[in-house]
């Protein structure tokens, strides 16, 4: 039996630098195997770009505006593709869509993990779709493999490292002995870096992406303003040493897990041990770590961004919408992974009420009776020692102490920190790191 012939899918996309331009080309170079899977082709009938001049060399074959909502308000758009980034007016013009019936995909995951709720409500009466596979970890297909393969599983927590920029800093300072600012100017060099490299290294980019993700997991409210967030730039080149000193590595982490009480949603550098798979992640590449009740810990690995892998991801939310064109939207997947009326209210948790194992280095007076100074504070408040790291000090009088701590919470670490840090004989600010095992022992 035959199937009836349908006419194209109408695309008009928002954005044509990096990530649009790949999305073109992907399209074009697939089209025939795209058209076999949807059922009738995808092609782009419209395109907004602020600057034309950098359209040469894509041969677009479609009308090229300067203004997005020209593409908007087109009737014959069947579906938008919001590449442009940042908050304003992609927020706007995404409503407008879904105002105006049209479908939407989008990789942007600062406007979804800040104003997420309002717009997915605003497709579900609509009755259209909100994509954005291509919002987290790049080409990893993460978001459907939640969704959807997973499904059948309570999600109990997920690690994931959905940043490149720092993990390619982290790996540049481990495998090739930089410290931190000659890491961050070579990121910059080969364009894994902005010039602006703020929301990448102090973890607002990975903190974005976890606050999607774990809504998907746990079926909780989109809530980025209540996500822990720190990042790698207080990081120095000795503290992946004596990681790796203890049998670690340092990476930064996005963690988000389920607990009776709440759920901990926090992006920080983390120790984990070396032999764990997630430590063998090496420089721009992403993973995500998720253990589910049925099926135990699943990990998804590939590029986290790039022109190709984005596209990847945003051509497969395309083939999606187009499938279910014609379906019933109550039947359709839901945005969030739960029906709407299922979310659940589990509050976040703050970090206070975390439970973790610890690195600290403590710089203090080279002078007997210091550790004995610093393993009493812990002490009285029930922080007990596992390990010690300290290096021959010579005639230097101030000197480095590395301590890892055992299973504590971090509201009682918080205390005790205060008070080592008012101790006369310490001499810089405390670095404290967590230490997680992933499902091993930490």
């Not at 041969?59 to 020209?70: E, G, I, K, S, W």
């Not at 009480?261 to 032999?275: A, K, M, Q």
């Amino acid at each position: 039996m035959s199937r009836p012939t349908m006419g194209p899918v109408r695309v008009g996309i928002l954005g044509m630098g990096t990530v649009g331009g790949g999305t073109v080309q992907v399209l074009r170079r697939n089209a025939g195997e795209i058209a076999r899977r949807v059922g009738r082709e995808i092609v782009i009938a419209q395109a907004a770009v602020r600057s034309p001049a950098r359209l040469r060399g894509l041969d677009l074959h479609c009308p090229v505006t300067t203004d997005p909502f020209a593409v908007v308000r087109n009737p014959e758009i069947d579906v938008v593709v919001e590449v442009m980034g940042g908050i304003e007016p992609a927020r706007s013009l995404i409503l407008e869509a879904i105002a105006a019936g049209k479908h939407v995909v989008t990789a942007n995951k600062a406007l979804l993990a800040e104003h997420g709720n309002a717009i997915f409500a605003a497709a579900q009466e609509q009755g259209v779709v909100v994509a954005f596979e291509a919002a987290v970890a790049g080409g990893i297909p993460i978001i459907k493999a939640i969704r959807e393969g997973l499904a059948g599983n309570r999600i109990q927590w997920l690690a994931g490292i959905i940043n490149g920029t720092s993990n390619y800093i982290l790996t540049q300072m481990r495998a090739e002995a930089k410290d931190f600012p000659s890491a961050l100017a070579e990121a910059q060099r080969l364009g894994y870096a902005e010039a602006d490299p703020g929301l990448d290294i102090d973890g607002g980019d990975a903190a974005h992406k976890l606050t999607l993700l774990a809504s998907i997991a746990f079926g909780i409210p989109v809530d980025f303003a209540h996500c822990y967030v720190e990042g790698i730039r207080n990081l120095d080149r000795v503290d992946v040493v004596y990681a790796e000193d203890l049998g670690y590595r340092i990476k930064l982490l996005g963690i988000a897990k389920r607990r009776a009480d709440g759920v901990e949603l926090r992006v920080h550098p983390t120790l984990i041990p070396e032999r764990h798979l997630l430590a063998s992640v090496e420089g721009p590449f992403n993973a995500v770590l998720v253990d589910g009740d049925a099926v135990g810990q699943t990990l998804y690995y590939g590029r986290g961004a790039g022109a190709e892998p984005t596209a990847s991801a945003i051509v497969a939310d395309l083939v999606d919408v187009a499938r279910t064109l014609t379906a019933d939207p109550s039947n359709r997947v839901p945005h969030l992974a739960f029906q709407p009326d299922c979310m659940s209210a589990l509050p976040l948790l703050p970090m206070a009420a975390v439970e973790s194992a610890y690195y600290l280095r403590i710089h203090a007076h080279n002078r007997p009776g210091v550790l004995a100074q610093v393993a009493t504070v812990l002490a009285e408040h029930g922080i007990s020692i596992e390990a010690l790291v300290q290096k021959e000090a010579g005639a230097a009088a101030d000197v480095p102490i590395v301590l890892l701590l055992h299973r504590c919470r971090e509201g009682d670490l918080d205390a005790a920190l205060a008070r080592i840090q008012a101790l006369p004989v310490v001499t810089r600010p405390v670095l404290r790191l967590r230490v997680e095992g992933l499902g091993e022992s930490a």
